[in-house]
């Protein structure tokens, strides 16, 4: 079945507690991104990647660091979270980045609770 | 600036009735793409229909269709036919940007709720 899935669903954690939340994709698509939800300010992006290695700031990095070593694979890393980072989180990837074929699909999302 | 705009934060609709979500988009680039997803209570985003900036016709998907007025910069989501399945949070957004350094922008959402 294609999928985004992510991992874990549900976590909560101390300030300061580095994390790091999984997202990975096998639809072999080229285009991966972040987002978090948060109630009255809709999905803002917080990193997208489009293609292996190459990755670039959304509107709200600060906090957050990607990477992409492999095609598959996008994860998050909280290096210290703090309680404004408690949001919903989401992971995304597109086929390519460009025309119809940059359609998102979303994983099931991932609820961060930062104490 | 905004650059989607979602002024419906609710809808109440009756089951069976059609219902038109409203949203406007704020772009200078000939390019971009105009999406709806679906958000229901269980919290996953589900894609629902697509429009380009260069397509010629409404975009359509089921029981889903996009009015697309490009001088008005309006992209509204028609749903015929209301269930009650279609109870949940609609966002849209816009993908701008030449490609390579593209990003999906996000309005705040219209939570449409179906009435039996």
């Known amino acids: 079945e294609a999928q985004v899935t992510q991992n874990p669903r549900y976590l909560i954690t101390v300030t300061g507690k580095k994390l790091t939340v999984t997202c990975s994709q096998n639809m072999n698509h080229e285009y991966m991104s972040w987002y978090r939800q948060d109630p009255g300010l809709g999905l803002r992006q917080i990193y997208y990647s489009m293609n292996v290695e190459v990755t670039d700031k959304g509107d709200v990095p600060e906090g957050y660091k990607v990477s992409r070593k492999e095609k598959r694979n996008f994860p998050l890393i909280l290096e210290s979270p703090s309680p404004n980072q408690t949001s919903l989180y989401f992971c995304a990837s597109s086929l390519d980045a460009g025309g119809r074929t940059d359609t998102q699909y979303f994983g099931p999302g991932t609820r961060l609770t930062v104490l | 600036a905004q650059k989607i705009t979602q002024t419906q934060p609710g809808m109440f609709v009756q089951e069976k009735e059609a219902v038109t979500l409203d949203c406007t988009y704020d772009?200078?680039?000939?390019?971009?793409?105009l999406f709806w997803y679906k958000q229901p209570s269980s919290g996953e985003m589900i894609f629902l229909i697509y429009?380009?900036?260069?397509?010629?016709q409404n975009a359509t998907e089921g029981r889903y269709s996009l009015n697309f007025q490009k001088a008005r910069k309006s992209a509204n989501l028609v749903i015929s036919a209301s269930q009650l399945g279609d109870s949940a949070m609609y966002f849209c957004?816009?993908?701008?940007?030449?490609?390579?350094?593209?990003?999906?922008?996000f309005g705040q959402g219209t939570r449409l709720t179906i009435n039996p």
């Open positions: 429009q380009g900036s260069y397509d010629q």
């Open positions: 957004a816009m993908r701008e940007g030449i490609q390579g350094a593209q990003k999906l922008v």
């Open positions: 772009t200078s680039d000939p390019s971009y793409g």
